[in-house]
């Protein structure tokens, strides 16, 4: 009977009871960082339970996991690539471009609403008025919501002022037209 016994030396034993007295002082050190990297933690509730400290530190990395996902997604709106592949009927009222345009003596007047990230609308138009004979005098923008408002006064140049009448309802016209054909094209993607 003797035999089967199995003998541990006393060096043994003492190691093996050092290393797991160190392995559980680093566990509750960490535990103890983890519990006070939690917020809310109230002290009056006393000690929490090692299960609900875990549970609980559980739950608040999930919570920041989706806030984070949110913040994505507010970010990607914001700088309108969540935009750029499909067109939903929440982001249709965006694609929305409308225009008046009309001449005041030599000056035409444009004024042009758009979704806020469809700066792309207003430099075409700019363009537009520059390749028809026009100096752009002054541009002003202001966006509320969703919206961009900008009002173009562009300067004929050029011909007399005969000719000017019929050539500013005609860059009015032209510019109507861009804006519309825009639109149509925006809501075929």
């Not at 003998?7 to 050092?18: A, F, L, N, V, W």
């Not at 002054?138 to 900008?150: G, L």
């Not at 019929?166 to 016209?173: N, P, W």
């Amino acid at each position: 009977m003797a035999d089967n016994f199995i003998y541990c030396p006393p060096s043994t034993r003492t190691d093996e009871k050092i290393i797991e007295r160190n392995r559980r002082e680093e566990m509750k050190a960490l535990l103890s960082e983890l519990h006070s990297l939690v917020p809310n933690q109230s002290s009056t509730e006393g000690e929490m339970t090692l299960p609900d400290q875990l549970e609980n530190a559980t739950n608040y990395i999930k919570q920041l996991k989706e806030n984070v996902e949110k913040l994505k997604e507010k970010r990607e709106k914001l700088m309108g690539l969540g935009e750029k592949s499909t067109i939903t009927s929440e982001n249709k009222a965006r694609l929305i471009v409308q225009v008046e345009a009309h001449r005041v003596g030599s000056l035409l007047e444009i004024l042009l609403t758009t979704g806020s990230v469809y700066s792309l609308v207003l430099r075409q138009i700019i363009q537009l008025l520059q390749e028809n004979g026009t100096e752009i005098v002054d541009i002003n923008q202001s966006t509320v919501a969703d919206r961009a408002f900008h009002k173009i006064i562009a300067q004929m140049v050029g011909e007399g002022t005969t000719s000017e009448g019929a050539k500013g309802e005609r860059i009015c016209e032209t510019v109507k037209k861009f804006v519309s054909e825009y639109k149509d094209d925006q809501y075929t993607v």
